[in-house]
C-alpha cells in the first residue's frame, strides 16, 4: 500500500522559508519517484521537482532551482522541500506524489498523491 501524508505548510512572509514533508510508506519511498508539485487557485497543477529514492538522485524544475531543494531522510521514509526566499507567487496547495516514472514530470506520470498541504505567503 502506498501512502503519502504532506505536512509544514503554513503562512509565512515574503523572503521568509519553510520546510514541507512527505511522510511515505515504505513501499512508495524505496521503489517509486516521489515527486513535489503545487497548484495555485485558478492554475493547473505544476511540476517542482522529484526525488528518485533508491538512486538518491533529486531534480528540481527550473522555474524554483536556486529557491527549492529537495532531500531525503532515509529513516524516516521522509523526503522534503526546503523552500527559501518564498513570495506570494508561491502560494499555493502543494502535493506530494508517487509514481514510477524517473523524471516524471506530469501529473499523469504519478499514480499516487497526498492530500496536500497549503502554503501562504503574504506580501
Known amino acids: 500500500q502506498v501512502q503519502l501524508v504532506e505536512s509544514g505548510g503554513g503562512l509565512v512572509q515574503a523572503g521568509g522559508s519553510l520546510r514541507l514533508s512527505c511522510a511515505a510508506s515504505?513501499?512508495?519511498?524505496?521503489?517509486?519517484?516521489l515527486g513535489w508539485f503545487r497548484q495555485a487557485p485558478g492554475k493547473e497543477r505544476e511540476f517542482l521537482g522529484a526525488h528518485s529514492g533508491s538512486y538518491n538522485v533529486a531534480y528540481l524544475a527550473e522555474t524554483v532551482k536556486g529557491r527549492f531543494t529537495i532531500s531525503k531522510d532515509n529513516a524516516k521514509n521522509t523526503v522534503y522541500l526546503q523552500m527559501n526566499t518564498l513570495k506570494p507567487e508561491d502560494t499555493a496547495v502543494y502535493y506530494c506524489?508517487?509514481?514510477?516514472?524517473?523524471?516524471?514530470?506530469?501529473?499523469?506520470?504519478?499514480?499516487?498523491w497526498g492530500q496536500g498541504t497549503q502554503v501562504t505567503v503574504s506580501s
Open positions: 506524489a508517487a509514481g514510477t516514472l524517473w523524471i516524471g514530470k506530469r501529473t499523469g506520470d504519478y499514480d499516487y
Open positions: 515504505e513501499r512508495a519511498f524505496t521503489n517509486y519517484c
